[in-house]
């Protein structure tokens, strides 16, 4: 157990809809990271929020944003869902800005039909 | 730009045979940070191994061993005397000093069989 929790552990959608992952990081890690698995694209970085704020941005697209709450969790807001969303949506936190491991949550099986 | 390179899409071995598990990375960053990560069927990623740039020590961590080459940017991962719970998907990932993301490879499976 990484410490790293995700709600839900599944979710299926239709296309059009709208959905949010909710992340909690490990006790006392600031930094959150969202990365999406798919069969075709394989582990790729979506963004970080380190306290709060924004830090890095890798290939997220318009329709998804994220935020990191007071309390350090984050949301990842999935929007205008299409099929080719459907993949594993993985958490990670650390405990700095910029080093050490990340460790990842069990992610988030979205299906979208 | 980073890129890691996993040319071991899936390998299947029988229990006690040992493994090795190739990774060969790309980075113009001075110092950097190379990660192995293991996912079990069960979907989760396992942070197994981080290494610096600046230090080109091998480790052994009980069955699990790791060779890291920068003259050959490789950072290989052996497992001794494999046992069926080692079946999983290793991923090998890069993260240069500055950047905050991980780059992944591709994943290489692993089948132990009995």
């Known amino acids: 157990d990484s410490g790293v929790t995700q709600t839900p552990k599944h979710l299926i959608t239709a296309t059009g809809q709208r959905v949010t992952l909710r992340c909690s990081p490990r006790?006392?890690?600031?930094?959150v990271y969202w990365y999406q698995q798919s069969l075709d694209q394989g582990l790729q970085f979506l963004i970080q929020?380190?306290?709060?704020?924004?830090?890095a941005k890798g290939n997220i697209l318009e329709r998804f944003s994220a935020q990191q709450f007071p309390d350090l969790h984050s949301e990842l807001n999935l929007s205008s869902l299409e099929l080719g969303d459907s993949a594993l949506y993985f958490c990670?936190?650390?405990?700095?800005?910029?080093?050490?491991?990340?460790?990842f949550g069990p992610g988030t099986r979205l299906t979208v039909t | 730009a980073q890129k890691v390179t996993q040319a071991q899409t899936e390998i299947s071995v029988v229990e006690k045979e040992d493994v090795t598990l190739d990774c060969v990375y790309e980075?113009?960053?001075?110092?950097?940070?190379l990660f192995w990560y293991k996912q079990p069927p069960s979907g989760e990623l396992v942070f197994l191994i981080r290494?610096?740039?600046?230090?080109?020590q091998n480790e052994i961590s009980g069955r699990y061993s790791w060779n890291f080459q920068k003259s050959t940017s490789s950072f290989n991962f052996t497992i001794t005397a494999s046992q069926v719970v080692d079946s999983a998907v290793y991923f090998c990932?890069?993260?240069?000093?500055?950047?905050?993301?991980?780059?992944f490879g591709s994943g290489t499976r692993l089948q132990v069989q009995p």
């Open positions: 929020y380190y306290n709060g704020e924004e830090r």
């Open positions: 290494r610096n740039s600046f230090d080109e």
């Open positions: 990670a936190s650390s405990a700095g800005n910029r080093d050490g491991e990340q460790y």
């Open positions: 006790s006392g890690d600031l930094s």
């Open positions: 980075t113009r960053d001075t110092t950097y940070y």
């Open positions: 990932a890069l993260r240069g000093t500055g950047r905050r993301a991980l780059t």
